[in-house]
Every structure is written in C-alpha cells, then in structure tokens.
C-alpha cells in the first residue's frame, strides 16, 4: 500500500483558478474523506490524484515517488465512481476481470482474483449475470470489486454510493468499513454525505473553495471547528449561528448580548476580542435546552415556530427576536413538546458553545468536552 502526499497543489482551467494550493499528507493504509460544498474542488484533487487531471501547479507523491507525470495506468490507484460504468454485455465475472484481461494477466491467476473479490463482496452467486440483471446496490459492488481485483496501493471514491436509496447506503457503508479493514489500503473517499463522512473517515478533509479549511479527526472536527465554516458544515441541523456583542470576560467565561438582549455565556477565552465587539454565538443544536421552569431574567426567550418528530428526537425551531435565523433545538422526542406560537426559554450550554470573530475565526473554547458537564436539572433535553 502506499501514502499520499500533496505539496503546494494547484489547477487551474485557463484563468480559472480551481484548487488553489493544497497541501496534505496522507498515510499508507488510511482512510481519508474530502468532504466541503458543490464545486470547491473535491472532485478535481481526486482525478488529479488519479491522473486523470494535469497539475498546474506543485508535487504529488505516492508511495514515496513524484508522480505528478506518472501515467494513471502507472500510479497504483484504481478509482469508483458514482455512476458504475460497467459494461452491459458483459458477465459479472467478465466485468470484474476485465481490466486484468486487458493487462495480459494470466487466466487461473484472473479467475483467482475474480473469485476473492467476489468472496470479499459477497456477490459470488451472481458472477454469470449481466448488470442489467442487477440491483443498484450489487452493480456498485461489482463497480468496487472492478477496483479490489486489480489489487491498487490506493482506492479512490467519487461519490460512490450517492445512486443507493437511504437503507442501502447504511449497509454498504459498513461493508466499506469492512472492506477498508480486511484490505488495509489506502482510500481516499469523497462524499456530501455527512455521516458517511463521520463514520468511514479516519481523517476528514473540509474543502471550501479550491483550499482546505481543516483537517482532523470527525471528532477533533466537531468539537474543535478551527472556524465558523467547518463549525457550520459538520452536523445536521447545522449548528445555530447567532450575532452577539461581547459584553465581557473573565478567566473562565465570556458573557454576550443576543439579538433580543438576552445574556448568555460561553466557556471561552476571548482576550484578543476588545468589550463591545461583534462577534457570533455557535450553539450545536443539540446543546440548546428549553428551560423548563426558567428564573426570572434566565435564559434567552424565543417563540418556537416549527416542531419536527423525527421517532428518537424532536427537533424545535425557534425565532429569538431580531436573530437572522430560527434555533434549531435538538430534543429528546418523549418531552412533552412545544407547539407552534409557544414562547420558549432557550439556554445555551456555556461549555459547548462557541464564540467565532467576524472573520469567522474561532475563539478558544474553555472546554474540554470529555469533561463538559451533562445536561442540567430542569431541561427538556
Ligand atoms: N474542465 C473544467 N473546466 C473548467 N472548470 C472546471 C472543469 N472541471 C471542473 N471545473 C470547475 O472546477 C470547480 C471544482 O469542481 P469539482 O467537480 O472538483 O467540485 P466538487 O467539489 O467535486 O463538486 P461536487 O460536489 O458538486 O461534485 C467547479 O467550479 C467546476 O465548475
């Protein structure tokens, strides 16, 4: 297997200026994610990765060798795409040896590889079908069994599951996970699927706009978002982004003004930021509590407007006065819930919330999440 290492990465289409420095490190046998919106770039790294795009600009290694001219057939790497691309007139099996074939592999040593691939991705019971004879879930199999016989240093996929219903994709994850294991291979894997994202990366690389934003863990990622993009792009219902004014700051915790004049405080060391700053108030929606018996001047009331059930866990949007967008508060779905037109009193846990600058750049959170203190008496959620 082999690592990949990008330095200084550049592409460019004419003028247009479309990965715009890029410098990573990816080691052998690990499992690394691209995730970031539609169009920043992530598919692009992968083909440039895959030789299948020209570098303007910078050096790609793989396996310790600059490969930046290496012929894609050369590199060691076999790609899976979305869409499966098998070739209709032709048998599982011939599908899956097919690459081989063309690389004048002998036949017993085809067959041999055909076989554990199919083993590995339990389709061997369909290997005389043709892919019109197939479901979308097995033709993605072949798709990655297509990959795993050619025996690659590094597998990339672009979107490989994005054509799979909801349950399918769930299934496959986990046999990708499996696969990943049994494997050891380096994959590099590019998804808008957030759990897929949290649950198949080792590492997750968040891309915006031709440059990467963060790399970390999806631990280290949503608990320490280095800024508001990767805080606002990991999590579903995203997190909560209101504006407030720094009112002032002691060791342990910062104190602000909401929107509708509400106080709040959040566990973070605000000394580069002057009294009287704008700043933003980052809340994930699971840690905002509807206060149940809220004390006089607690809290910070909200007029909930939308309840959504969704079986384990209630989500409650929320209007604070003056506030650009709704809060969105994550509950447990057996609390007896509030209905439309209700007012509400939100509380911000101050040891999970953040405070980000009005460049977008986080404050040091005061918190050490491992040891964040659970949910407080009297909450909802
Ligand atoms: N051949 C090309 N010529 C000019 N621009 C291109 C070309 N290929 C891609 N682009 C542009 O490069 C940018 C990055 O595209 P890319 O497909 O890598 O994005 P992406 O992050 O994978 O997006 P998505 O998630 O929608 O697939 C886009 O703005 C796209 O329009």
């Not at 080691?27 to 994610?33: P, R």
């Not at 033709?139 to 399918?168: H, M, T, Y």
């Not at 509030?338 to 959170?365: E, I, K, W």
Request: glycine share 8%; charged share 20%; aromatic share 6%.
């Amino acid at each position: 297997m082999a690592s990949v290492c990008l330095r200084g990465i550049k592409k460019q289409y004419g003028s247009t200026s479309v990965i715009k420095g890029v410098d990573l490190d990816i080691a052998d046998g690990e499992f690394v994610v691209f995730v970031g919106p539609s169009g920043c770039g992530k598919s692009t790294l992968l083909r440039i990765i895959a030789g299948l795009e020209d570098i303007t600009e910078g050096t790609l290694d793989i396996g310790g060798k600059v490969s930046n001219d290496v012929a894609p057939a050369e590199r060691g790497i076999a790609m899976v795409f979305q869409s499966y691309a098998l070739y209709p007139h032709m048998t599982v099996a011939e599908n899956l040896g097919f690459a081989l074939k063309l690389a004048k592999v002998p036949k017993p040593e085809i067959a041999a590889r055909v076989e554990k691939a199919a083993a590995i991705l339990q389709i061997g019971h369909l290997l005389d079908r043709r892919p019109n004879a197939l479901s979308g879930g097995q033709r993605q199999r072949v798709a990655i069994g297509r990959a795993i016989v050619r025996k690659p240093e590094v597998f990339l996929f672009d979107e490989p599951l994005s054509n799979l219903d909801a349950a399918l994709r769930g299934q496959t994850r986990v046999e990708l996970a499996r696969l990943h294991r049994e494997l050891k291979a380096t994959m590099i894997y590019v998804t808008h699927d957030q759990v897929e994202a949290m649950t198949l990366g080792q590492k997750i690389v968040v891309f915006n706009a031709g440059h990467i934003e963060q790399v970390g863990t999806p631990l280290e990622l949503y608990e320490r978002p280095v800024n508001k993009f990767v805080a606002g792009f990991l999590g579903s219902p995203r997190m909560n982004f209101l504006d407030v004014t720094l009112l002032g700051a002691d060791e342990r915790a910062a104190t602000v003004r909401l929107p509708n004049g509400a106080e709040a405080q959040v566990a973070a060391d605000v000394s580069r930021a002057a009294v009287g700053a704008s700043l933003t108030l980052g809340a994930r929606p699971e840690h905002v509590i509807i206060l149940r018996h809220a004390a006089d001047g607690e809290g910070v009331p909200a007029v909930v407007s939308l309840v959504e059930y969704l079986g384990d866990v209630m989500l409650v949007y929320a209007q604070v006065e003056g506030a650009r967008e709704m809060v969105a508060v994550k509950c447990d779905a057996d609390a007896a819930p509030p209905a439309a037109g209700d007012t509400v009193t939100l509380a911000f846990q101050p040891m999970r919330a953040y405070l980000f600058d009005s460049d977008g750049r986080v404050f040091p959170p005061a918190w050490n999440a491992a040891s964040a203190p659970s949910t407080p008496a009297g909450a909802t959620a």
